[in-house]
Each structure stands twice: as C-alpha cells, then as structure tokens.
C-alpha cells in the first residue's frame, strides 16, 4: 500500500459512479494529482469539493500507477469570496482550467504552487487581482519553460522603446527594430514589463499577448483557452 498527505487547492471534480467523485488537486508536494472520493458527490462533501478550495488530502493506493483514493478535510473554502463577484469568480475558474490543462500529472511545481495560493489569497480585492493575475499568467509560462525575456530588444540589445514581442522567440523587440515586422509581432504594453499604469485596459491588452503564447505555446489548436478566461479578460478590460 502506497500512501501521502499533502495540502492543495482542488481543481476539478466530476462525478464517478453512484455517489463518487474523481477529484483533481493541485498539491505542493505532488502537483497535480487526482483521487476517486467515496461520497464525493454526496451532500456531506459537495460544499467542500469546490474548485479553489483550499483541502488536506491523503491519497492511498496499491499501485503508484493506480488512480488511488483521497481522504479529504477542508482547510479554507473559497466559496464566498466568489458567488457574487464575477471577476472573482472568472478568475478562480480560469486558474483552475488552466492548471487542470497544462500541467503534467504528477510533476511537482512548488513555486508555482506557492504563486498560486497567494493569487487565491487575493481573490475579491478588485484593485490588486487583476495585475497579480496578470503577473501569475507570466509565471505559469517561465514555469512551463516558455517565459518571455522582455527587458531587452531581440535585434538591437537595447532598452529603450520596447513595442512589441516576437511570437517566434517570446523577446522584446523596440519599435525602431521592428520595421516592416511590425505586423507580425505582437503587442507589448508597458504593463507587462512592469511598467506605466496599470489600467484594466492595459493589463487586458497585455493579457491578449500573454493568451496568445498560453495558446500556441502549452495549448496547441486542439485544446482552446477556457472560455473562463475571455469572461475575465472583459471584465478586467472594462474596470478602466
């Protein structure tokens, strides 16, 4: 018999049988994991199998390849912080389908998990979410290996005037660089360097150039962006 504890946020749930539940959970130790949970979809434990809660798990199984069972015990629910704020509620789905889709099963990302508690943690403070978020997306792609070097120009090695990123290598190119690439390059508002204002418009336009490497990059044409994630992009665009 092979056993865990761990602690993690949950990410999906989907019914299984008469009353169970495979639970997918997003752990420190053991990144992303799933489990069946006997009664998983039974009165006692829907308020807790909740995506974004935050839950102890121990997982049992005979077999490490088995899918194995989880024991699960609340530790925070999230529930409330969501229900009647749609930005929060977008943004919570969002990083729970995209956690569910690009990271591998099994494969521990400690930083990336620690990134995403204190994401959570800000979760109905409309002023600080939607650049954190912003911040978070820029991680989830370093930590899939396919971070953007945007503090220096691709072609020239400088730094002032940075306009745009190439979509071939995720670097800064200036304006004065791109000449008649320009077209083809994608849009680098200041924010997404750290810089200017950070408006709901422009973390929006800098959310439209991170999408299209979350897309292209970890994603590929069969699996589209959550539709969780246009919502929250909207939402952050129209908070001005």
Not at 63 to 73: K, M, S
Not at 95 to 105: F, N, Q, S, T
Request: proline fraction near 6%; aromatic fraction near 6%; charge should be neutral.
């Amino acid at each position: 018999m092979i056993e865990w504890q761990d602690s993690g946020t949950i990410l999906a749930v989907r019914p299984h049988g008469e009353n169970g539940a495979i639970v997918e959970v997003f752990t420190a130790a053991h990144g992303r994991h799933a489990g069946h949970v006997r009664g998983g979809t039974g009165r006692r434990l829907r308020g807790t199998l909740q995506p974004g809660a935050q839950v102890a798990v121990r997982w049992t199984a005979r077999l490490d390849a088995h899918l194995g069972h989880f024991t699960v015990e609340p530790r925070r629910s999230r529930a409330a912080q969501v229900l009647t704020d749609r930005l929060a509620l977008a943004g919570l789905t969002t990083v729970a389908a995209l956690l569910g889709l690009v990271l591998p099963e099994r494969d521990p990302h400690p930083r990336l998990f620690a990134r995403t508690e204190a994401l959570f943690d800000l979760l109905g403070d409309s002023d600080l979410w939607p650049l954190a978020y912003l911040q978070w997306e820029l991680a989830l792609l370093d930590e899939m290996g396919f971070g953007l070097d945007l503090a220096r120009c691709a072609v020239t090695g400088g730094e002032e005037g940075l306009a745009y990123v190439s979509p071939r290598s995720g670097r800064a190119v200036s304006a004065a660089a791109a000449g008649d690439w320009a077209p083809r390059l994608l849009p680098l508002p200041p924010v997404l360097r750290g810089a200017g204002e950070a408006t709901g418009p422009e973390i929006a336009a800098a959310l439209g150039t991170t999408g299209w490497f979350l897309q292209h990059r970890l994603l590929g044409a069969e699996r589209p962006l959550p539709a969780a994630r246009e919502r929250l992009v909207a939402a952050i665009d129209r908070q001005g």
